[in-house]
């Protein structure tokens, strides 16, 4: 049953970004080139829920066995950054979504974003079998 409340929020959530048309190629290409302020609408909505969600869990929430989450805080480093923010703009600029709509696409019948798919996944892969090896 938990199974398929996840299920059910993934689905809401791909339906969320097909409406909002964060999975549109135009929009993002607006964005990139500065034509609209839709997408950057759209993500500084989603920071400042995630904000406020993380402040929340950090404070009150529980996991699902009762006891409170404990978020370590991460190291700055600023090649981790420069590497990472590199691969992903790179990836979303080649294919012209980042990975949170490629699922919602492959819903709207973009079938030749199983290629990205396929691609994604084999990078997740690979970033665990050399993960002890990058800067962290």
């Known amino acids: 049953m938990r199974k398929l409340v996840f299920v059910l929020l993934g689905v ?6 097909y409406k ?3 999975a549109s190629w135009f929009r ?4 990139f080139s500065f034509q609209s302020f839709h997408m ?3 993500i500084g ?6 904000v406020i969600g993380v402040q929340y869990m950090k404070r009150k929430a529980k996991d699902v066995d009762g006891n409170k989450i404990n978020i370590q805080p991460k190291a700055k480093s600023i090649p981790r950054y ?6 992903f703009g790179l990836g979303w600029a080649l294919v012209g979504a980042c990975p949170g709509p490629i699922f919602a696409l492959l819903g709207s019948g973009v079938f030749s ?13 690979i970033y ?5 090896y990058l800067p962290h």
């Open 82 to 87: 420069l590497i990472g923010g590199i691969f």
């Open 128 to 132: 665990g079998v050399i993960r002890k």
């Open 28 to 31: 993002i290409f607006e964005m």
């Open 40 to 42: 950057y609408g759209f």
């Open 113 to 125: 974003i199983i290629i990205v798919i396929i691609g994604a996944l084999l990078g997740t892969y």
């Open 45 to 50: 909505s989603a920071l400042f829920v995630g």
């Open 12 to 17: 809401a959530f791909g339906i969320v970004m």
């Open 20 to 22: 909002a048309e964060a």
